[in-house]
């Protein structure tokens, strides 16, 4: 049986609509922690002039692929970890954005790091990238964040947690992103907008 998130449900329409203006010309999206694989199909259905990767890692992918399989709309999920090193080198297509849902808050540090480390190589000049969820802005913007906050860390890894903001702004400038919107979306969650831009001589 396919798996359903729930949250996926409610916000993957509010997503598209963010994003369907930044995506008009047909190219390919890497997504990276797909989860269940709603949003992949929801996205790639709508934009129909997108080629859609969605990624995860290895215990993900079956699920992802039951929802991929039953639209035919995209090409099956694959296995990739922004943990590992030089992960880049293991997808077979080519990139041209980024999107990832909910997965920022669910790894380190380190783990955020390693993935902007990685797309510094990867991307493009004009590449975008999208990363939905909650974020901190001088510390958590709601009451809500600080639970789920503690729950990340107490069930999924302490390491874990909400990422400030400024914290990945910095860490996507050493990659060559800037950050170019941050849509305030439903349920005290962001879709940041950050560009891969040429550099100024
Ligand atoms: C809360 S779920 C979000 C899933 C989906 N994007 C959504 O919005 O419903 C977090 C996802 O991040 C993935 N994830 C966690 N660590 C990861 C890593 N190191 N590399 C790739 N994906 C990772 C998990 O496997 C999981 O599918």
């Excluded at 359903?4 to 190219?27: E, G, H, T, W």
């Excluded at 992949?40 to 929802?67: C, K, Q, S």
């Excluded at 995209?74 to 990139?95: C, G, H, K």
């Amino acid at each position: 049986m396919k798996p359903v998130s729930q949250p996926c449900l409610r916000n993957q329409d509010p997503i598209l609509q963010v994003i369907k203006d930044y995506l008009v010309d047909p190219c390919h999206i890497l997504e990276i922690g797909c989860g269940t694989g709603q949003h992949a199909v929801y996205m790639a259905e709508n934009l129909p002039h997108l080629t859609w990767h969605a990624t995860d890692r290895f215990d993900a992918i079956y699920g992802a692929n039951l929802w991929i399989e039953a639209s035919q709309r995209l090409p099956l999920a694959t296995e990739l970890d922004i943990s590992m090193p030089n992960w880049r080198s293991s997808l077979l297509f080519s990139v041209d954005h980024v999107y990832s849902a909910n997965v920022i808050h669910f790894v380190s540090m380190e783990v955020m790091q390693n993935m902007f480390i990685e797309l510094k190589t990867l991307l493009n000049i004009g590449a975008m990238v999208f990363l939905y969820g909650p974020y901190n802005q001088n510390g958590f913007t709601s009451e809500g964040n600080a639970r789920l906050d503690v729950w990340l860390k107490a069930d999924i890894d302490k390491r874990a947690g909400i990422k400030e903001i400024d914290d990945i702004k910095t860490l996507a400038k050493n990659a060559g992103l800037t950050l170019i919107a941050n849509h305030n979306m439903p349920a005290n969650n962001h879709l940041l907008v950050l560009k891969k831009k040429a550099k100024r001589f």
